[in-house]
């Protein structure tokens, strides 16, 4: 009840500092990596909103950032659905780590077709208004409110008259939920440097890691320590080890973008 008010109370002082403000919205991710199970994963992750351009990212990277220490950055891998998106140029920027590496890929935003309904209902005790979307291989219902005029949501969706408060697929494999609206400082900074790939780059990335998941291992560009049940240690049996992370692999086989999974053999 008390986020709800607070959330209520934003709203109506909301129009009066629209312009050159940062604004922060938390959402509850809650999504099944594998399809045949129904086991889920929940992660706080933030948009934020400045202007022309939004950032959606986790609260992990967000926290690791947060503490300023380049070293600590370095080892931050938390990409997971991290987007930048960018209104005046119609971009989207989207960020991976594979193996030891991070990637980014930018492409045109998409156009979505949304289907605006009549259908209304209250969240958080806000005016929302649905909308259904078709896109990459799942069916959509998003609820936005027009009382918070940001044309934004999370992840790479946008475009309807209103901020997205709630948004999940008809199978509930990903579901978005807003918990809370806060006006923040400063603007809406890059994420770490990565290496910028186009499509077909990233996806052999993908399928290069998968064939040979410990190559810098082996290598000598990364050192990994493997102990026995009494605690000596031993040489790594990357045979082994390459067999359980394919499997670890393929058990992440139902990517939010559907249509674009990775085919592997």
Same mark, same amino acid.
């Given at each position: 009840? #008390?986020?709800?008010?607070?959330?209520?109370?934003?709203?109506?002082?909301?129009?009066?500092?629209?312009? $050159?403000?940062?604004?922060? *919205?938390?959402?509850?991710?809650?999504?099944?990596?594998?399809?045949?199970?129904?086991?889920?994963?929940?992660?706080?992750?933030?948009?934020? *909103?400045?202007?022309? *351009?939004?950032?959606?990212?986790?609260?992990?990277?967000?926290?690791?950032?947060?503490? $300023?220490?380049?070293?600590?950055?370095?080892?931050?891998?938390?990409?997971?659905?991290?987007?930048?998106? %960018?209104?005046?140029?119609?971009?989207?920027?989207?960020?991976?780590?594979?193996?030891?590496?991070?990637?980014?890929?930018?492409?045109?935003?998409? #156009?979505?077709?949304?289907?605006?309904?009549?259908?209304?209902?209250?969240?958080?005790?806000?005016?929302?208004?649905?909308?259904?979307?078709?896109?990459?291989?799942?069916?959509? &219902?998003?609820?936005?409110?027009?009382?918070?005029?940001?044309? &934004?949501?999370?992840?790479?969706? %946008?475009?309807?008259?209103?901020?997205?408060?709630?948004?999940?697929?008809?199978?509930?494999?990903?579901?978005?939920?807003?918990?809370?609206?806060?006006?923040?400082?400063?603007?809406?900074?890059?994420?770490?440097?990565?290496?910028?790939?186009?499509?077909?780059?990233?996806?052999?990335?993908?399928?290069?890691?998968?064939?040979?998941?410990? #190559?810098?291992?082996?290598?000598?560009?990364?050192?990994? #320590? *493997?102990?026995?049940?009494?605690?000596?240690?031993?040489?790594?049996?990357?045979?082994?080890?390459?067999?359980?992370?394919?499997?670890?692999?393929?058990?992440?086989?139902?990517?939010?973008?559907?249509?674009?999974?990775?085919?592997?053999?």
């Amino acid at each position: 009840m #008390k986020k709800a008010i607070m959330i209520l109370f934003i709203v109506l002082i909301f129009m009066s500092f629209l312009q $050159g403000q940062t604004y922060r *919205v938390d959402y509850q991710m809650t999504y099944k990596m594998d399809s045949t199970k129904n086991e889920t994963i929940k992660k706080k992750m933030i948009l934020d *909103v400045k202007d022309n *351009v939004s950032k959606f990212y986790s609260y992990n990277l967000y926290h690791i950032d947060s503490l $300023g220490t380049n070293q600590i950055r370095k080892k931050a891998s938390d990409y997971d659905f991290a987007v930048i998106k %960018n209104s005046k140029d119609n971009t989207t920027e989207k960020y991976f780590v594979i193996g030891l590496d991070k990637y980014s890929y930018k492409e045109d935003a998409p #156009k979505f077709e949304w289907k605006i309904t009549e259908e209304v209902r209250k969240i958080h005790d806000v005016n929302c208004q649905k909308a259904k979307l078709n896109y990459k291989g799942r069916n959509w &219902e998003a609820w936005f409110t027009k009382d918070i005029p940001f044309q &934004e949501g999370p992840y790479i969706f %946008n475009s309807l008259p209103g901020l997205i408060i709630d948004m999940r697929d008809s199978g509930n494999n990903y579901i978005f939920t807003m918990t809370e609206l806060r006006k923040d400082i400063g603007s809406v900074d890059p994420i770490a440097e990565t290496i910028p790939v186009t499509r077909k780059q990233l996806t052999k990335a993908y399928q290069d890691y998968y064939n040979d998941p410990y #190559k810098e291992l082996k290598g000598g560009k990364a050192v990994m #320590k *493997v102990v026995d049940e009494s605690g000596r240690q031993v040489t790594p049996n990357f045979n082994q080890l390459t067999e359980l992370k394919r499997k670890d692999i393929k058990m992440k086989n139902n990517p939010i973008e559907l249509t674009d999974a990775i085919k592997y053999p």
